[in-house]
């Protein structure tokens, strides 16, 4: 048994060890050095009002925040965390439920509220972190306001970007029932559509750190010659892991790209010239305000989709116009494009993804993963055509704004194909597929990230492969590919990417599926090159490291790591277990002190199962 003496330094060595030793003790994640990092960012800031964790998608930022939750109430302050909708509210539950111990009470509808108001009258004053949603938060905020919040997490929090216009009544109602706590705003993008996106975010925090919008716009909209000043400025309150910086010690597969060119049939490519030339029109009574390079953009979009989506759109214009005075030459003008669409079975494109569908299953196959297939579209219509053609020969779901988590679910147990809208590329774990594909692109950069970084993420355990589609000869589709490497550039310059989202462009998809059936690894592969870099690459560095992983910090505003010190997963894990096994000593010295002062009850130790019980 210990002395007192060496109780009392064991005690003493535990303080000082980690500031997150009830999360140690608590829970049985595997940590990250990083993850230690961004919460050791977050909870050193005592004079700042929040700070943005913005690592990229699939790095674990839901963890990063529980780290620092779980410490806060162990802390005995009052915590509550917002999610967007139901669907991630049920992931949050079940990452908790598996990896926390931890007491939480969900409020997030009306039986739920009145389940907790038994012994009050308001359900969000629990001891227990609170679980809740945007919408249920915002339409009760008077009663989540009454509570003192010490912490407050918002997942997705691009959502709030727009918290500094007029009209985003939620966001405001958001930031005032947290304005007191220490705010935690989790987003893989924290610029999704211009460098407002960052401005909102910081706005959300605290409206006094940077200037006024105007002022804001002039000096960094579209300016590259001060994103390393607009960089400088948001490190102070963001923090962000790239892919790239966490290789040397965290399992990060590849990514594999393919886009596929593929060619319209000729009734496909008429269409594609009748709704062009209709653009071109210098009168359109179906749209009257619309520019023609935006209307162009958006109808041929819309064909570049589906011939079901074009279809569906120019079946509406013809009902919304075709009782408007002087409007039957150009209803005729819909009526032809409407029966040519009508004469198209089968989409090119398809075509196209069932025999990439094909060729990526066989190689799955051949590096023993798991035969699933995510398929993102832009449109619902297109979704559904797509799940009327592929049903028959995989076991398929849909999932958008109308379907809710049991979808997600029963593709990540069951099913080998989950069409989504982009509904699906928002915060869900899908590491159980390393194929995704772009039936659809977008104009947005870290949009197209976010769909991918759902299977390329930290638990991924074989290299991605991400496949795209582009017709080289569709205005829309040209458009995209420009503004995504526009887009690139402008993210990079301010936070950093470390992937591509598009690459591999070909005709021949056969011949390109043959070349990555060669360079993809198998499971074995990548497990034995992670090891060689964990174990050899960085052996001698490991012994160099020092005892407190707090002292990792990371910055990627100047793309560098500021402490140039490797900690390994495994140090992380001994680190764990030397702290647990610290904690059992002066468990079994307590107890071993109470059964020899005492004799009201008698507690055995289970050495075995690490536990105590009385008899």
Not at 80 to 108: C, G, H, R, S
Not at 115 to 138: K, P, R
Not at 292 to 321: C, H, M, N, P, W
Not at 388 to 412: H, V
Request: glycine fraction near 2%; proline fraction near 1%; aromatic fraction near 12%.
């Amino acid at each position: 048994m210990l002395t007192s003496f060496n109780a009392f330094y064991i005690a003493r060595k535990l303080e000082n060890i980690s500031d997150f030793l009830s999360v140690y003790s608590s829970s049985n994640i595997e940590i990250y050095p990083f993850q230690i990092a961004a919460a050791n960012f977050a909870l050193s800031s005592p004079y700042k009002k929040g700070v943005v964790l913005c690592d990229e998608s699939g790095m674990g930022k839901s963890h990063e925040a529980m780290l620092i939750a779980v410490q806060k109430w162990y802390d005995g302050e009052k915590v509550i965390i917002f999610i967007p909708n139901f669907d991630l509210l049920y992931q949050w539950i079940e990452m908790i439920e598996k990896y926390y111990t931890v007491p939480y009470k969900i409020i997030a509808n009306n039986e739920q509220w009145n389940n907790n108001c038994i012994e009050n009258n308001n359900a969000f004053e629990q001891d227990d972190i609170i679980l809740t949603t945007y919408d249920f938060a915002a339409d009760h905020w008077e009663y989540a306001k009454k509570i003192n919040w010490d912490l407050a997490v918002f997942e997705e929090a691009t959502i709030l970007s727009n918290v500094y216009k007029d009209d985003s009544k939620q966001a405001k109602l958001l930031k005032n029932i947290s304005e007191n706590s220490f705010k935690l705003l989790l987003t893989g993008t924290p610029i999704e559509k211009n460098i407002m996106d960052l401005y909102g975010l910081i706005y959300f925090i605290d409206k006094e750190i940077l200037p006024d919008e105007q002022s804001f716009l002039k000096r960094y909209l579209r300016k590259p010659e001060n994103y390393a000043e607009l960089s400088e400025i948001a490190g102070r309150y963001c923090f962000r892991t790239l892919k790239e910086q966490a290789k040397q010690y965290a399992k990060v597969t590849n990514r594999i790209f393919i886009t596929c060119e593929y060619e319209l049939s000729e009734k496909e490519r008429k269409l594609y010239d009748m709704i062009y030339e209709y653009c071109k029109k210098d009168r359109k009574i179906a749209f009257p305000e619309m520019s023609e390079y935006d209307l162009t953009l958006k109808l041929l979009d819309i064909q570049g989709s589906s011939t079901a989506a074009i279809l569906r759109t120019v079946k509406g214009i013809i009902k919304r116009i075709e009782n408007i005075e002087n409007s039957k030459a150009e209803v005729e003008e819909f009526r032809a494009i409407e029966t040519l669409a009508e004469k198209i079975e089968t989409d090119s494109k398809t075509k196209y993804l069932i025999n990439i569908l094909k060729n990526g299953f066989q190689i799955l196959k051949k590096v023993k993963a798991s035969k699933k297939a995510v398929i993102f579209t832009s449109s619902v219509i297109t979704q559904k055509y797509l799940y009327n053609c592929l049903k028959d020969r995989y076991t398929t779901i849909i999932y958008n704004g109308s379907s809710d988590y049991s979808a997600i679910n029963k593709f990540k147990n069951e099913a080998e194909l989950l069409i989504s809208t982009d509904h699906g590329s928002r915060g869900f774990n899908l590491e159980e597929t390393a194929f995704i594909i772009h039936y659809d692109l977008l104009y947005n950069t870290l949009k197209m990230e976010q769909r991918i970084d759902r299977c390329h993420r930290l638990g991924q355990n074989n290299d991605v492969i991400s496949v795209a589609f582009i017709d080289v000869n569709n205005f829309a589709d040209v458009r995209k590919l420009e503004l995504v490497n526009k887009r690139t550039l402008v993210t990079d310059g301010v936070f950093g990417v470390t992937d591509k989202v598009i690459g591999g462009f070909t005709k021949n998809v056969k011949e390109m599926f043959e070349e990555i059936s060669k360079t993809v690894r198998t499971r074995e592969q990548i497990e034995n090159e992670y090891k060689q870099i964990i174990l050899e690459k960085n052996k001698k560095e490991n012994k160099k490291t020092i005892s407190k992983t707090e002292e990792i910090i990371f910055t990627t505003f100047t793309k560098k790591i500021a402490d140039k010190i490797t900690i390994t997963p495994q140090y992380v894990e001994e680190k764990s277990k030397e702290i647990n096994t610290a904690l059992w000593e002066l468990v079994k010295y307590f107890f071993d002190k109470y059964n020899q002062n005492n004799n009201d009850c008698f507690f055995v130790i289970d050495e075995d199962n690490k536990m105590d019980y009385s008899q």
